[in-house]
């Protein structure tokens, strides 16, 4: 029994529109204004390490705005108060108010999360 397969010539040009079209350039433009406010908002130079792609995703066509610096989840998501100790030297050398100060160990106060990637998203609807 021969197979039947019918093409819907609709659907290809939507896909294309899509794809290649007035679509893809919309979402291409709201991406690289997204990231480029993420990009502004970054703390510090994590802003460089801020990348966008328009790619297919499971329901259609997204944008992706990606930070790859590799501190990016200490500043998502906040630290507690820990101690830093030394790893390589016996002690840390710290420069305070022009003098040379060493330490054993440092008491790290934590820092506040600093969602800037979020705050990009929102503010670039």
Same mark, same amino acid.
């Given at each position: 029994?021969?197979?039947?397969?019918? @093409? *819907? =010539?609709?659907?290809?040009?939507?896909?294309?529109?899509?794809?290649?079209?007035?679509?893809? %350039? #919309?979402?291409?433009?709201?991406?690289? #204004?997204?990231? %480029?406010?993420?990009? #502004?908002?970054?703390?510090?130079?994590?802003?460089?390490?801020?990348?966008?792609?328009?790619? *297919?995703?499971?329901?259609?066509?997204?944008?992706?705005?990606?930070?790859? +610096? =590799?501190?990016?989840?200490?500043?998502? *998501?906040?630290?507690? =108060? +820990? @101690?830093?100790?030394?790893? #390589?030297?016996?002690?840390?050398?710290?420069? @305070?108010?022009?003098?040379?100060?060493?330490?054993?160990?440092?008491? +790290?106060?934590?820092? %506040?999360?600093?969602?800037?990637?979020?705050?990009?998203?929102? *503010?670039? %609807?």
């Amino acid at each position: 029994m021969p197979a039947e397969v019918t @093409i *819907d =010539p609709g659907r290809i040009a939507r896909t294309l529109r899509l794809r290649n079209g007035v679509v893809a %350039r #919309r979402l291409a433009e709201r991406t690289a #204004r997204t990231a %480029r406010l993420a990009e #502004r908002e970054a703390p510090g130079s994590m802003g460089r390490y801020i990348s966008w792609k328009v790619q *297919d995703g499971p329901r259609g066509l997204q944008g992706v705005i990606v930070c790859d +610096h =590799p501190a990016v989840r200490f500043v998502l *998501d906040g630290t507690r =108060p +820990h @101690i830093i100790r030394p790893r #390589r030297a016996k002690v840390l050398r710290f420069e @305070i108010g022009g003098r040379v100060v060493y330490s054993a160990y440092a008491r +790290h106060p934590g820092t %506040r999360p600093n969602n800037f990637l979020a705050r990009a998203l929102r *503010d670039g %609807r």
